[in-house]
């Protein structure tokens, strides 16, 4: 049944009555006894109705062709009617009293009912607000927790927005076409990010690392609207996760007295069913606030590449733009960062994000990672070696792990002169994790050629796969790539 239906039935109908007075008065009894009250006006009408019908009955209009005597038999009959007049004033004032004692009754008896009701709607709703009775929770023995809900979070999203900021870039995407070509090209994006440390020089910035790879111009927007570049200091692809800096000189005092670091929540002591608040940078139009609950706990989703994560499930909206986002308790502490939602029209409100107690150490590393800004391509670093992508398919049919799989190394190359192997597997590249040679490629571009860096590979050893550390030293990149 909609409400809408139920509205319909139980309309009053506030046409006026018909012109049609006969047995006016014993209807008006019955409508009294059965309770049907009218509004004022109504009332009003009816009892000028009534005075109108009282004074008809009274005679006053007279018949003209009605037979008369003499004189004196007129003066009787006009005394008579005089009399009559009266008397029917008389009757008429006894009973208007007692229509308008017996409607002031009935008018009391309304306002106290409506005054009732209007009193007890407002503790309902006063109580809305208010920590509804504890209830004991089924493993907690003989303790007990008390369950409430927030209706207005107005307060806790303004305390939590001067850590959020809007994050816009300038990317390349590479993807084949028609003909199976690659080909590249540049597209504007946007999303979302979280202030969650500084140190002596630099704001550091959490966000997702889909919202940064393959950044050109990366921006920042914080909660006073001011823009300031900024650059990727880490990412982390295996978890999605990554960290950019601002540079502190770039940011007005005015800008600096009104953000701050967001306060940390613990996402091991969710349950399902709490309340949580989401904001982000939805579709590039600026930060939005939506509420919803945690709708799961360790949801594990397998993205396009076929690795799969550990995720909340909320239902609070989570849309393009809000990547890199706050998920926030109803203390307005951070517990998660908002990554993806499931976009289909048979599906509603299955957004996703990544718990910050699982994110915090990956994220701390990323901080102390040194911030890189693009170089030029005649400077940038080269490993000289020829690769595949293990993706998680691979990986599960032949037990490898996800990386980068090294089948050549070129002569007079800078992997030459290393301890890397043929047939060794890249996972990681400076402590930054790596899934395919795509992101590899990417990070070289922030390495100038001579810089030693740290490579985590994975080499079969009897059979099984063994990790390790290799340093290699950037080579320069070969003139024909150069000038491509």
Known sequence: MYENDDREKNTVNWTTPSNDYTGQQEHSTQEGQNGNWNTASQRGASENSAAGNSFSSAGISQNPNASGGGKNHRKGGWAKKAAGVTAAAVLFGVVAGGVMTGVNYIGARVTGIAGAAAETQAETQAQAQQTLPAVTAPDAGSQSRPVSTVNDVSAIAEAAMPSIVAINDTMTIQQRNFFGMPQTYT?????????????????????????????????????????????????????????????????????????????????????????????????????????????????????????????IQTDAAINPGNSGGALLDMNGNLIGINAAKTASTEVEGMGFAIPITKAQEVLNNLMTKQTRVEVPVEEQGYLGIQCINIDAASSQQFGMPIGVYVYKIMDDGAAANSNLREKDIITKFDGQTVSNKEELVQMLTYYKSGTTVTLTVQSLTDGAYVEHEVEITLGNRPAEEVNQ
């Not at 608040?277 to 706990?297: E, P």
């Open 187 to 311: 597209a504007q994006s946007s999303g979302s990010g979280i202030i969650v440390g500084q140190n002596d020089t630099e704001l550091l910035i959490a966000t997702n690392n889909h919202v940064v790879a393959g950044a050109e111009d990366l921006t920042v927007t914080f909660v006073d609207d001011k823009a300031v570049s900024a650059a990727v200091k880490g990412t982390d692809s295996a978890l999605d996760l990554a960290i950019i800096a601002v540079p502190l000189s770039d940011i007005e005092q005015d800008t600096m007295n009104q953000i701050k670091v967001a306060s940390m929540g613990n996402s091991d002591e969710l349950k399902v069913g709490q309340q949580v608040i989401a904001i982000g940078n939805a579709l590039g139009y600026g930060q939005s606030v939506t509420v919803g609950y945690v709708s799961a706990l360790n949801r594990e989703i397998t993205d396009e590449d076929g690795i799969t994560r550990t995720f």
